[in-house]
């Protein structure tokens, strides 16, 4: 099972994809052939070798996919990965290159089908600051003016009641943490921040009120 | 050089590498799942089924056409999910069970036609069609487990053409033992039942197709 030591040289491999000619794929995949049987057999170095020097070929492939190189070598690694996973689907008999050539091209289709899940369902952050349909919704400092208006009737409330709903409404800590961090008992805190959002809506209605 | 997490994946993947045994090529797996499960069936038809009964009213050449048809129809889908659960065989394995599917829906249309037409009104009778319809997903249910389990061992890229075409085979061999138990003409509402029954299976199939990933 030994195989030529030039076949695995670095130039051998960077021209597959490129313009190889005939006679060198031959070898390649003569190789590969090789190697994928010792793999396949428990030989570790052999898939080592294997992973080495179809990586490239892979890397060329998964470019038709995929043109931000990142994402391209995204893909490699879950080719890479797809190949050690259904290694067992290879058959001996057959090419290597068609097998590892299917697996890509799937591997690519996956990606693109992503990109395009993810496009359709997700909105950059400089498209997020836009126009909506929602005439509320463009007002893009909504949020900001929101908290800078709670501040003040947040600082009306009393204090056992602002720290309980500071506590659970904006840091989030669950009921039992909040009560130990005030020395409260559960029970008791709850009904500070069922007083504390009482009194925060009835500070709004009036304050709304007196604006109309 | 690679970038380093690639190479760090190649070093991760090549550590302590467990030999695999690869798969028998797709033909040979079909054929062992065809004949075992027909070594079951078989056996089965032999102690349940009227054979003599069966044998006179497929003598008939349209009947034995469509008998043929629905074998044929699940042997090549069956085959076909073989070949396509692997990622070097033909996308266009996916075609083979339509041509003698075709043949299955016409020569059972002919033939509601002419009991339909010839007969009038009993042409469109339910009676006996939920009996098909149960068989069919009764026999196909476990079936299709078993050739999900035999298909699982490929771990197929794209698990839908493989679940389809499984299901679709593994539906008309069910159809075809079926036939063992219809004796009476299928109606209209017969070959609308057989085909809505199919493809119960086969939209539950490829619901499940992750099963097979």
């Known amino acids: ?34 190697l994928m049987r010792a793999a396949q057999g428990g030989d570790a170095r052999r898939y080592d070798e294997l992973l080495r020097s179809i990586t490239p070929f892979v890397r060329n492939l998964t470019r038709r996919y995929c043109r931000d190189p990142n994402l391209a070598e995204d893909v490699v690694q879950d080719v890479l990965l797809t190949v050690h ?51 509320a919704a463009n007002n893009e400092s909504g949020a900001l003016r929101a908290a800078e208006a709670i501040e003040p009737l947040l600082a009306a409330l009393p204090e056992r009641q602002r720290r309980a709903l500071e506590a659970v409404k904006l840091r989030g800590l669950s009921v039992a943490q909040a009560a130990r961090e005030s020395g409260q008992s559960e029970t008791a805190l709850k ?18 009120h007196d604006s109309d | 050089m690679e970038p380093r997490s690639t190479e760090q994946l190649i070093a991760s993947l090549s550590q302590g590498l467990a030999p695999v045994r690869p798969l028998w090529p797709p033909a040979r797996r079909a054929l062992l799942w065809l004949v075992a499960v027909a070594l079951v069936v078989g056996a089965l038809l032999l ?49 083979a069970p339509l041509p003698p599917l075709a043949l299955w829906i016409a020569t059972s249309g002919l033939g509601c036609l002419q009991f339909g037409v010839g007969l009038g009104p009993p042409g469109a009778r339910v009676g006996e069609s939920t009996h098909c319809f149960t068989f069919i997903i009764g026999v196909s249910v476990p079936l ?61 199939a490829s619901a499940a197709r992750r099963v097979l990933a």
């Open chain 1, 1 to 34: 099972m030994a195989t030529p030591k030039s076949l695995h040289s670095a130039e051998g491999y960077n021209i597959i994809g490129a313009m190889a000619p005939e006679s060198q794929l031959q070898q390649q995949e003569a190789s590969w052939v090789l």
């Open chain 1, 85 to 135: 996973r259904i290694r067992h689907t290879w058959d001996p008999q057959r090419p290597f290159s068609p097998w590892l050539a299917a697996i890509a091209a799937r591997r690519g289709i996956d990606r693109i089908r992503r990109s395009t899940r993810i496009a359709r369902h997700e909105v950059s952050d400089d498209l997020a600051m836009e126009t909506f349909s929602v005439p």
């Open chain 1, 191 to 208: 009904v500070s921040v069922h007083r504390a959002v009482k009194a925060l809506r009835s500070l709004v209605a009036s304050g709304k």
């Open chain 2, 47 to 95: 102690r349940f089924a009227d054979l003599p009964a069966w044998a006179g009213r497929y003598s008939e050449w349209r009947m034995a056409i469509e008998a043929a048809a629905t074998l044929l129809t699940g042997i090549t889908a069956v085959v076909a999910a073989f070949h396509l659960s692997l990622p070097d065989r033909s996308s266009l394995w996916r075609y």
């Open chain 2, 144 to 204: 299709t487990v078993l050739l999900f389990a035999v298909l699982r061992r490929a771990r197929p890229l794209d698990p839908l053409p493989v679940a389809l075409t499984a299901a679709l085979g593994v539906a008309a061999l069910a159809a075809f033992v079926l036939q063992f138990f219809h004796h009476f003409d299928v109606t209209a509402i017969d070959l609308l039942t057989h085909l809505a029954a199919v493809l119960s299976v086969v939209g539950l």
